[in-house]
Structures are given as structure tokens and as C-alpha cells.
């Protein structure tokens, strides 16, 4: 139990183009799921925390307008990236919350690597 | 903002000894998690922690809630090629949303 995928794993586009990326929980209801973006060799960084049927909260730093964040139902959230840039080619992976034994516990996705040329 | 020390950055061990690592904290978690991240891979869950105190094992790993709630090990005993990857830590409060807070990571290399 506690899947999540991720569409697409990989992803190249062209500079000025918009990548939108799904994030899917396969056998539970996700009322939040989280964005990250991950650097090499680098921790995860918490861009924005997606709650389903309202707006996204938006960490420190993180442009809304660029990170275009989706949560329409229970089980799907997608992170369009607009007018992409070099700058912003790096691996995005979304997690999904579960309520575990005491807590919520964050299943994760296999990630999405975007290049952007 | 919270802050998870983890320690070490990277260890480079031989097949068959155990591995030891920590994560401190100068705040209070209700919750830690302990991931692995394999290259190109999504964080997988290892164990969850929930009570101060609490030691919890899967298979050859150890991972325990410490008293203060302000840090957790985990512990791999007989380590193996294949636990190869980056094992991160993180912490949570039931008053963030259920946000994580991630640790700096731990490579772990194994030399077979």
C-alpha cells in the first residue's frame, strides 16, 4: 500500500516552454501531497505544500506563478513549471501524506528529472 | 526555521560491519522518518518513529525516537552491497501541517 507515481520520470524541453508534471497516490486518498526540488547531492527542498480543493501554500523563495500547482481531487496533483529556464532544470519529486500508526507519514514519488535546454 | 543536523555527510564501509547514523535537532519532532534514496529514485520509507523513546526494527535496521525527542539513529547491522544509497532522516510536528523537516543525508558506500 502507500504508492505514489510520478509522470513523466523524465522530461527534456526547450527554454520559454511549460512542463506540467503529475503526481498520482494509486491505492489511497491524498488530501495533502508536498513538492520538492532536489539539487545534486543535495537534501529535498519543500517548494510548496498542495492541499486538495484549495490553493497550494508556497514556501519562502518559491515563485507561484512559475510553480503552478494543482490539486483538483483526492488522487492527483500536478506542478506545471512555466516559461521554463536552464535554471530551473532539476529533479522534482512529490510526496503524498498517509496517515500511519501515530501520524502522517509521506510516501514519495520516483521523481521527475526535467532538463531544460 | 527547524534544523536537522545528520550525521556523518558519508561513510565508506566493508560488506558484513554495521553502520551507525544520527540526526539531532534544536526542536522538538513528534514524528521521525527515516528514508533511503537510491540514485533517480524517489525517498523510500524505511521506519517510522512516534513515541519518545520508542526503538522500532526492520529486518537489519534499527532506529530509535530519543528521549528528549530532539533526535534518532538508525542503525544497519551487516551491511550489504545493495544498501548503497543516501538514507535521510526527518522530523515532524503536528503543527506544521505535516511537513517534514529533512536532515543533510547520509551516503552510505559499501565495499563488497
Known amino acids: 500500500g502507500a504508492v505514489v507515481s510520478q509522470h513523466p520520470s523524465r522530461v527534456i524541453c526547450k527554454s520559454g516552454t511549460s512542463v506540467k508534471i503529475e503526481c498520482r497516490s494509486l491505492?489511497?486518498?491524498?488530501?495533502?501531497m508536498f513538492w520538492y526540488r532536489q539539487f545534486p547531492k543535495k537534501s529535498l527542498m519543500l517548494m510548496a505544500t498542495s492541499n486538495e480543493g484549495s490553493k497550494a501554500t508556497y514556501e519562502q523563495g518559491v515563485e507561484k506563478d512559475k510553480f503552478l500547482i494543482n490539486h483538483a481531487s483526492l488522487t492527483l496533483s500536478t506542478l506545471t513549471v512555466t516559461s521554463a529556464h536552464p535554471e530551473d532544470s532539476s529533479f522534482y519529486i512529490c510526496?503524498?501524506?498517509?496517515?500511519?500508526?501515530?501520524?502522517?507519514?509521506?510516501?514519495f514519488g520516483p521523481g521527475t528529472r526535467l532538463t531544460v535546454t | 526555521g527547524q534544523q536537522l543536523n545528520q550525521s556523518p555527510q558519508s561513510m565508506f564501509i566493508q560488506e558484513g560491519e554495521d553502520v551507525s547514523m544520527n540526526c539531532t535537532s534544536s526542536s522538538i519532532f513528534n514524528t521521525w522518518l527515516w528514508y533511503k534514496q537510491d540514485p533517480g529514485e524517489g525517498p523510500v520509507l524505511l521506519i517510522a518513529?512516534?513515541?519518545?523513546?520508542e526503538l522500532t526494527s526492520n529486518g537489519r535496521l534499527t532506529a530509535q525516537f530519543g528521549i528528549t525527542r530532539k533526535d534518532s539513529f538508525l542503525n544497519i547491522s551487516a551491511s550489504i552491497p545493495s544498501d548503497v544509497g543516501i538514507y535521510f532522516c526527518?522530523?515532524?510536528?503536528?503543527?506544521?501541517?505535516?511537513?517534514?523537516?529533512f536532515g543533510g543525508g547520509t551516503r552510505l558506500m559499501v565495499k563488497p
Open positions: 526527518a522530523g515532524q510536528t503536528d503543527n506544521a501541517g505535516n511537513m517534514l523537516t
Open positions: 518513529l512516534y513515541k519518545a523513546g
Open positions: 491505492d489511497f486518498q491524498a488530501t495533502t
Open positions: 510526496s503524498a501524506s498517509y496517515p500511519g500508526g501515530g501520524s502522517y507519514e509521506q510516501y
